[in-house]
């Protein structure tokens, strides 16, 4: 009979059967080695799918005893999957581990070892500590950096019987291992432990570790030299000669080809370049330079990484990468979000000498048709001009250019700007380069912060406007429509232009928005400040005009955001970690479980209570208006702020003392103002 | 230290995990597509999400995606790197590294994901160690091999393994350098860097230790040859085998290497650059008819130089169509697919210069949507080629001596020297 009709019909005979499950199980337990470690394979590929074979438990737990590596590895890897639903069954699969950590072959060993830390059982930690304790004293590297690592699955479950039991000890000692993988891996798990809970002090860098750590690094894998530069990043150097010590032993890696080496290497500079003497911090500082360039040389996803900490690190040390720019020229095939980064990065790297050159590909930028990335390289371009006087005007021209060129969204984007320059130029140069074009595209702005921007040129330079009845006729027939941004913009410049260049109708045009915005306007803001005008002006209308009009607004030096002091020393401190990326502490995204942990042994009220603020906590960073928790002090409170005013798109993040709170009311030029002046009244 | 990696495919939907810590809830997993297009309907995209308290740090490989997972403040450019490292592991055992594989072959990703990363840590990830004792057919083995790790996982040498036999010890270099170049229309160089890299196909016995020389300043002046014209490399980035505090202090490239193909350094040079092979473009839209591409193309590389495979890729308009090609050089191909023209050249002598005009009609009826037209204008012209012999940065290697202590062979370096583009030799139209 043929093999393919023998299949055929054994299919029928068992296809009535219990099916898939129940053919497993009896593959399981076959009496043909090849039948079972068939059937284990199938398991694993019904698990991987997302299938619940958990029921087989007491069936793959028999296949456990075997000589076959590779199918030992797969009840292994079963075993960790499903230990949880079935605890008690575990423990019969204890006797084959702890045999297996005295197999003669070190890979048995070492799995064994490994797959025991992965059982998230209670009962199989007791069984643990004995085979453990093993393994740190193997013969054999590859069992012992097993065991290092194991060690802090073991603290995970159960920290009171690690410390107990000298565990912690055990991995300290560790750290003098001849072996330089077994080192690292020590430091790993000791990091991991002190990181969860700090009180167990178990990771002290001494001067004698200090040294065993940088006799390792230059031996270690890739992997391993990032965990000890980690870790000497952390470490505070006692003085100048062994700050210099550690940066001289670190700066080889910064040529290492794994990105991930040089950025820790990176962070463990400046870690201690502060304690070195002005000439060797001049030196060691100028090294940095090509390694940061040589993050941008990677895939977009580290690129990404690298360019968000080359963001941080240009803030602490401006004078860096100065000569760098082109470096940061977008390309055509860069994601979106790489694009928008690099942008960042260029306007901070501008100065006279790159301005003409980086007004340049600003404009390339600008006539793309990718519209977040031409309005990013319009607000650039008004960056640029803020920050070099001297090419102001050169950029000036280059938006009315861009302007005419592109129309829509392009001329909303320049309006905004456009504001945002007469703030920082008042001269009646740029008075008459800017104002006509405003005033000649005005009808096509749609979006509300470029209206209001709009508008507020119009409070302030009426004269300069061609048919102002017109204008004024607009904002008057359409007030009750806008936004409440756009209401308060055109207040204020209603109220100017009566002041400053009346017409023959402006009066009545300030009379009916004064009539609408003080009954029809629900906008409780826009309602008192409406009062506020009114009374101001019928009051007085000389000492109305003394303090709207001769209140001069406090220039803007730059509209380019910057981190506050606070945040900035928080972020330079955790370079290249995920608080890197976000540009946000590191508390105000990660949970509080290592919190948590500390107080497990109090009572589980403050647990609960911990938990509670955990979930409020996550409710906010969701909208990312994060303030931290209500009791936090104020640097941070002032940090979330910055990111408040960055969510909504800061253009006067000047660093004012009240910046912070000028930002926090919509950061417009038109609202801080009126902000500066209701104080003055 | 990541809590968990999985695969995922384009949508989103898991196809293989591995939960190290098992801290963090499989329903957060669950919520990764839906955050993923939240992401891509906020136009940002960026590969970190974090929700809830949880962070997920992924990269795109063709059809899948690759996520980790993690609670803590991690260092995320380890694990990005890693991650990038996980598939160039997988692909080295199971080619093409996508669904239908990693369905087929789950049984050695667990067993690789377990030995690249524990408890979160990453641990080996060199595929040539990893091979030496995981493989896809264990009837191949050898057995003795299944007896222990091998020595090199956890030797301070941890990329080679000793008593590797050669009857003929050959070492081959190869320099490669590739141009990156960004040209504006007018023909003025915005941006030029080289990204040069040397390979090593390392075909040696026993445990050699290789020294390389190279007419790099640095290198050379601390040699005691000031007057030497050398070149200075930047960023220059070696293979972990290379003894980098030898070449912090001595400025010389020692190393034991791994056996077969590796990358021994990388390097990166800015300096003014001419075209090598330089475009010129010209078009001219007949409204409503047709379209007529003028242009010209240039070697500027040495007379005795030849520049290979050269393609050149012009965009043009997506509902151009009846192309009607005439060049006095190289084959002119339409590719509607893409949108471009390739213009191709088998060999392309030095000084020589060819000029081309294509014509090709456009639909009668004007798109209401302009800018949709016009786009084929932002996109640059790209420009592959290929340069045997020759380094633009002149970089030349000295000597490359080769010692094995105990076994004292003779061996033979062969040098090869290559110019090719980069992935971004980009003129731009307009």
């Known amino acids: 009979m043929s093999s393919a009709l023998e299949a055929r019909l054994r299919k029928l005979f068992k296809a009535p059967r219990k099916g898939e499950s129940f053919e497993l199980r009896t593959g399981l337990v076959s009496q043909y080695a090849y039948e079972r470690k068939d059937a284990i394979q199938r398991v694993i590929a019904a698990m991987t799918v997302g299938k619940d074979v958990s029921a087989l438990f007491p069936d793959v737990l028999k296949n456990i005893a075997t000589h076959d590596i590779e199918q030992k590895k797969l009840v292994y890897l079963y075993l960790m999957n499903y230990a949880k639903t079935n605890p008690e069954l575990c423990i019969l699969a204890v006797n084959t581990f702890v045999q297996d950590t005295e197999d003669p072959n070190p890979l048995v060993r070492a799995l064994a070892i490994r797959t025991m830390g992965c059982i998230r059982v209670d009962k199989m930690v007791d069984y643990m500590d004995i085979p453990l304790k093993r393994t740190l004293k193997d013969d054999n590297p590859y069992v012992r950096k097993t065991g290092a690592i194991c060690v802090a699955k073991l603290f995970d479950l159960n920290p009171e019987m690690c410390v107990e039991q000298g565990f912690l000890q055990a991995l300290q000692d560790l750290v003098a291992d001849p072996n330089p993988m077994v080192v690292a891996n020590a430091v790993s798990a000791l990091a991991e432990i002190q990181e969860s809970d700090p009180s167990t002090q178990c990771f002290q860098i001494t001067s004698k570790v200090l040294k065993k750590l940088l006799l390792a690094l230059n031996e270690c894998t890739e992997w391993g030299r990032v965990t000890i530069l980690s870790a ?32 820790a290497g990176i962070k463990t500079v ?36 690298g360019i968000r900490n080359i963001r941080v690190i240009l803030e602490k040390y401006p004078q860096l990468l100065s000569r760098e720019l082109r470096v940061f020229y977008v390309k055509y095939s860069d994601p979106l979000y790489l694009k928008l980064e690099k942008l960042e990065i260029m306007v901070r790297l501008a100065n006279d000498k790159n301005a003409p050159l980086l007004l340049s590909e600003l404009k390339e930028y600008a006539m793309e048709v990718d519209a977040d990335l031409v309005k990013r390289a319009v607000s650039a371009i008004a960056q640029v001009a803020i920050k070099l006087p001297d090419h102001a005007m050169k950029a000036v021209e280059l938006l009315n250019f861009l302007v005419n060129q592109r ?25 008459d380069a800017i104002v006509p074009v405003v005033s000649a595209n005005w009808e096509s702005l749609d979006d509300a912060e470029a209206t209001a921007a709009y508008i507020w040129i119009l409070g302030e330079y009426p004269q300069k406007f061609t048919r102002l009845d017109r204008h004024l006729q607009k904002l008057a027939e359409g007030f009750l429509e806008e936004t409440s941004v756009v209401q308060l913009a055109t207040l204020n410049a209603i109220v100017k232009t009566n002041l400053r260049a009346p017409t023959a109708n402006s009066g009545n045009y300030l009379q009916s928005i004064l009539n609408c915005a003080t009954s029809d306007v629900e906008n409780a803001d826009v309602r008192d400040k409406a009062y506020l005008y009114w009374r101001l002006l019928s009051s007085d209308s000389g000492l109305a005009a003394k303090v709207l009009l001769n ?11 910057l981190f506050t002091p606070a945040l900035l020393a928080e972020l330079v401190s955790e370079l290249g970690t995920l608080a890197s990326v976000y540009h946000k502490p590191s508390y105000t995204f990660t949970s509080l479980i290592a ?38 002090i104020a640097a941070p409170v002032a940090s979330s702020l910055d990111e408040l005013s960055d969510v909504f798109g800061s253009s006067s993040q000047a660093p004012l003392a009240n910046s912070d709170i000028l930002g926090l009311f919509g950061s417009s030029g038109v609202d801080s103002g009126m902000n500066s002046q209701a104080a003055d009244i | 230290m990541a809590s968990s990696i999985h695969f995922l495919d384009v949508k989103g939907k898991p196809l293989l995990s591995r939960d190290y810590k098992g801290d963090i809830p499989s329903t957060m997993l669950d919520r990764f597509p839906l955050l993923l297009l939240e992401n891509e ?8 999400i974090h929700h809830q308290g949880v962070n997920f740090v992924y990269i795109s490989h063709k059809n899948l995606y690759l996520l980790a997972m993690t609670k803590k403040n991690d260092n995320v450019m380890q694990i990005v790197i890693f991650l990038q490292k996980v598939i160039e592991v997988l692909t080295e055992y199971v080619k093409q590294l996508e669904e239908e594989s990693i369905r087929d072959n789950f049984v050695v990703i667990y067993e690789l994901l377990d030995e690249m990363m524990d408890f979160g840590c990453p641990q080996v990830t060199d595929s040539k160690i990893l091979k030496e004792y ?9 057995k003795h091999k299944m007896l222990a790790p091998p020595a090199a996982v956890t030797n301070s040498v941890s990329w080679r393994q000793e008593g590797i036999f050669y009857k003929k010890n050959e070492a081959f270099l190869d320099v490669i350098e590739s141009i990156n170049m960004l040209v504006n229309s007018t023909g003025q160089v915005l941006h030029s860097e080289i990204l040069g890299r040397v390979k090593i196909k390392s075909n040696l016995s026993g445990m050699p230790d290789l020294r390389l020389g190279l007419n790099d300043k640095g290198i050379f002046n601390e040699a005691g040859s000031s007057n030497a014209k050398g070149i200075e490399l930047e960023d220059i980035k070696f293979h972990q085998c290379v003894r980098l505090s030898k070449f912090e202090t001595d400025r010389i490239i020692t190393f034991i290497p791994p056996d077969g193909e590796f990358d021994l350094m990388s390097y990166r040079l800015t300096m003014p650059l001419k075209p090598l092979i330089h475009v010129e473009c010209k078009f001219k839209i007949h409204s409503n008819s047709r379209i007529e591409i003028l242009a010209r193309v240039r070697a500027q590389i040495k007379r005795k130089s030849t520049a290979n495979n050269v393609e050149i890729m012009i965009p043009i308009p997506e509902d151009a169509d009846t192309p009607k090609f005439k060049s006095d050089g190289g084959k002119i191909k339409w590719k509607p697919e893409e949108s471009v023209l390739v213009w191709k050249f088998k060999s392309f002598q030095g000084g020589k210069e060819y000029v081309m005009k294509t014509e090709l009609g456009l639909p009668s009826v ?65």
């Open chain 1, 270 to 305: 400046i870690s201690h370049i502060e304690k070195l003497s002005s000439t060797e911090y001049e030196m060691y500082l100028k090294k940095l330079s090509s390694p940061l360039v040589a993050l941008m040389s990677t895939s977009p996803e580290a690129q990404y990484v």
């Open chain 2, 134 to 142: 995981i493989t896809l057919d264990y009837y191949s083995l050898e």
């Open chain 2, 41 to 48: 309907e906020a136009n940002m995209m960026q590969p970190f």
């Open chain 1, 595 to 632: 919190k948590a942990k500390i107080l497990r042994a109090d009572n589980i009220e403050e647990i609960e209570r911990l938990a509670k603020r955990e979930i409020v906590a996550n409710a906010k960073s969701e909208n990312l208006l994060d303030f931290g928790d209500d009791e936090e």
């Open chain 2, 366 to 430: 004007n798109d209401e949507d302009v800018s949709a037209g016009e786009i084929f204008k932002k996109k640059p012209i790209k420009v592959n080629f290929l340069i045997p012999y020759f380094t633009t940065s002149g970089i030349q290697v000295k000597y490359l001596r080769i010692n094995e202590p105990k076994l004292q062979y003779q061996s033979y370096p062969w040098v090869r020297y290559i110019t090719e583009n980069g992935p971004d030799y980009t003129i731009r139209m307009k």
């Open chain 1, 407 to 431: 129309g829509d969204y392009v001329v909303a984007e320049a309006v905004k700007v456009f504001r945002d320059l007469l703030r920082r130029y008042k001269t009646t140069e740029y008075v």
């Open chain 1, 232 to 263: 000497l990043s952390e470490y505070e150097s006692v003085d100048q000669a062994e700050a210099h010590h550690i940066i001289e032993r670190v700066v080889p890696q910064l040529q290492h080809v794994n990105t991930a080496v040089v950025l």
């Open chain 1, 551 to 561: 209140t001069e607004l406090p220039p803007i030096p730059s509209t380019i955001a």
